[in-house]
């Protein structure tokens, strides 16, 4: 009787193991060469065990219960690679693009945790992060981090060999950028300064200078990173030409060419590249960044339009700014084709 229980209780073990690995070679065939997705991971198991995953929502709120023991190996991780600065220089288009990589991961918000919610430490970090397979690379971006030297201290005490990406942009279109953002309820109100009046009628103006110069807080990151472990980038290459800011992006992550030019299509509504929406991989990256569903491109928050700025104010502008884009260029040892400062020497 004893032996027969036995029996019986070893026959349910192994029914039960076949299909677990019958559930996962199905998911393995399905998708192919392609590394998995946690979404599509949790898409699948959803599919074949629905009395464990009910919805995705589900999912999420416990997904060390969802994905048991079968997966182990998905689990959340701390990222290794950071994109770091500078704030309204296409720094979510940069991470929208490439977490269609299949070898990368990355967060949705930005987690500001070298800055704000340190104290929280790095258990609450790592809980925060998306769910990815062993060698994915995990990105998170918080723009704010370079403008911390604490942060970037933090940082290196986190990890020393760590992955920094920073994206910088013309100066001064980077201070339209800052002064649409700021008005962007009401963009036409009479009641919103002029951009001259919100730079105090000053091209010295505190507020100019905090925002143009990006050497000074390279420079800080310089001084814990080597140059290696941060790759500069800038916006109207991303804008220009996404697919390119990919390679170079692909080869500094030390990851093997997949970007296709077919990723990216130019809107003429929007005046940027947008996802490809016939991508097969479109739904996936609508769970990873906020986007127009329906066109691919990001939201209206992206790609504002820029203010005017009288003749005399930008060539005060430029004739300031200048020195500190020689400064950035000699620290990076590339220089950018920025439109408003054509004649800038190396
Ligand atoms: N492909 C694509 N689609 C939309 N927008 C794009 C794209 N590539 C670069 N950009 C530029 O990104 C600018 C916003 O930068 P950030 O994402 O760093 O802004 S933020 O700091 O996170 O608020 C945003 O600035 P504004 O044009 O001033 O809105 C865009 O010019």
Same mark, same amino acid.
């Given at each position: ?8 209780? =070893? ?17 393995? $065939? ?17 599919? =074949?065990?629905?009395?464990?995953? /009910?919805?995705?929502? /589900? ?41 269609? $990589? ?51 201290? !933090? ?25 649409? $953002? ?46 290696? /472990? ?16 990919? !390679? ?32 097969? $991989? ?9 986007? /127009? ?37 000699? =620290? ?15």
């Amino acid at each position: 009787m004893l032996l027969q229980t036995r029996i019986v209780k =070893l026959f349910l073990l192994v029914s039960a193991w076949s299909m677990v690995l019958g559930a996962l070679l199905i998911a393995s $065939h399905r998708f192919g060469h392609r590394a998995i997705s946690s979404q599509q991971l949790l898409r699948s198991f959803s599919e =074949l065990t629905p009395e464990i995953t /009910n919805n995705r929502s /589900n999912a999420r709120r416990d997904r060390k219960v969802v994905l048991g023991d079968f997966g182990r190996e998905w689990k959340p991780r701390l990222p290794n690679c950071l994109i770091i600065g500078f704030s309204k220089c296409g720094t979510l288009a940069l991470r929208g693009f490439l977490s269609l $990589h299949p070898d990368i991961v990355s967060t949705l918000r930005e987690l500001r945790y070298f800055t704000l919610f340190y104290k929280k430490g790095l258990e609450w970090y790592r809980n925060q992060m998306p769910l990815s397979k062993q060698g994915q690379i995990t990105i998170e971006k918080t723009p704010s981090y370079i403008l911390s030297p604490e942060a970037i201290e !933090r940082i290196y005490e986190y990890n020393s060999s760590i992955k920094l990406i920073v994206i910088v942009r013309d100066p001064i279109v980077r201070l339209q950028s800052l002064y649409s $953002h700021t008005f962007s309820d009401d963009p036409k109100s009479s009641e919103n300064p002029t951009f001259k009046e919100w730079c105090a009628d000053n091209p010295r103006s505190l507020r100019v200078l905090r925002n143009v110069d990006y050497a000074q807080h390279i420079e800080e990151v310089f001084h814990f990173f080597p140059k290696q /472990n941060v790759l500069v980038l800038s916006e109207e290459s991303l804008e220009e030409n996404p697919m390119g800011v990919m !390679r170079e992006a692909e080869e500094f992550l030390g990851l093997k060419p997949y970007f296709s030019r077919q990723d990216f299509v130019f809107s003429k509504e929007k005046g940027f590249y947008c996802f490809n929406t016939s991508s097969p $991989h479109y739904p996936e990256i609508l769970e990873t960044v906020v986007l /127009n569903k329906k066109t691919g491109c990001l939201g209206s928050g992206k790609g504002r339009d820029h203010p005017d700025i009288d003749g005399k104010f930008l060539k005060e502008l430029v004739d300031v700014i200048r020195p500190y884009n020689v400064r950035l260029f000699r =620290l990076i040892g590339k220089k950018f084709s920025w439109e408003n400062f054509k004649d800038t020497p190396r």
